[in-house]
């Protein structure tokens, strides 16, 4: 059966968004995740921003301790629930890339503490 469809789809109605043959992917989430994880990435960049004009050698986890003791768990909640759903791309849009990776690494810490 070499001409027959891939995929066959029969409605008895009017559908919208069918596909056959799904080449890939496209995450969508609402604008009030992205806009939860800019804010969460904005204050994580601001507080490092800050370690860094008063202590300018700390170490990552020095970093990692400030963040920790400084971001409240209502905001820590959000970020990872944003970037549970958006993930590491999502948050790569909206961090300086000094602060990536002091972020990625508090971010996994989180995870595993949940």
Known sequence: ???SP??????????YGVAGKVAGDQIIYPSSQKQDLAEA????????KQLEETNPTA?????????????STPLRKRLLGAVTSGGKAALEEFLDNPYLNVTMALIEGWKTAE
Request: aromatic share 6%.
């Open 1 to 3: 059966m070499p001409d």
């Open 6 to 15: 891939e995929v066959q789809q029969n409605f008895n109605a009017t559908v």
């Open 41 to 48: 990435a904005a204050e994580i960049q601001r507080l490092l």
């Open 59 to 71: 170490t990552e986890k020095q970093k990692e301790a400030y963040i920790n003791a400084a971001v």
